[in-house]
């Protein structure tokens, strides 16, 4: 009888209220909510004159692609997951 109540009770929340976090996750959505309202004006360099060498374009792409998987691997181990949109509440990144 009480596990029936507690289905019912279950399935009529909504799923970000089963969601729980911790004090730790707080502050880090704080900190990247302060993070991301700073304004970033980019200044790239011109370097459209630069030209490299096959071999050494080949590990400039290898170490981007394996920064990008760093980075990856650290969202994923912070709760996030592919969405289409970014969404800080329920940690979805494209």
């Known amino acids: 009888m009480y596990a029936l109540v507690l289905i019912a009770i279950g399935s ?3 799923p970000d209220y089963a ?21 970033y004006e980019p200044s790239p360099a011109n370097i459209s004159s630069v030209v490299l060498s096959p071999a050494l374009e080949e590990f400039v ?19 996030w997951m592919y969405g289409e949109q970014i969404n800080d509440k329920y940690r979805l990144h494209p």
């Open 12 to 14: 009529a929340l909504p």
């Open 19 to 39: 969601y729980s976090i911790t004090r730790q996750d707080y502050l880090n959505d704080e900190r990247e909510k302060v993070e991301m309202s700073r304004s």
């Open 61 to 79: 792409k290898a170490y981007a692609e394996s920064v990008h998987d760093q980075w990856s691997y650290a969202k994923i181990e912070q709760g």
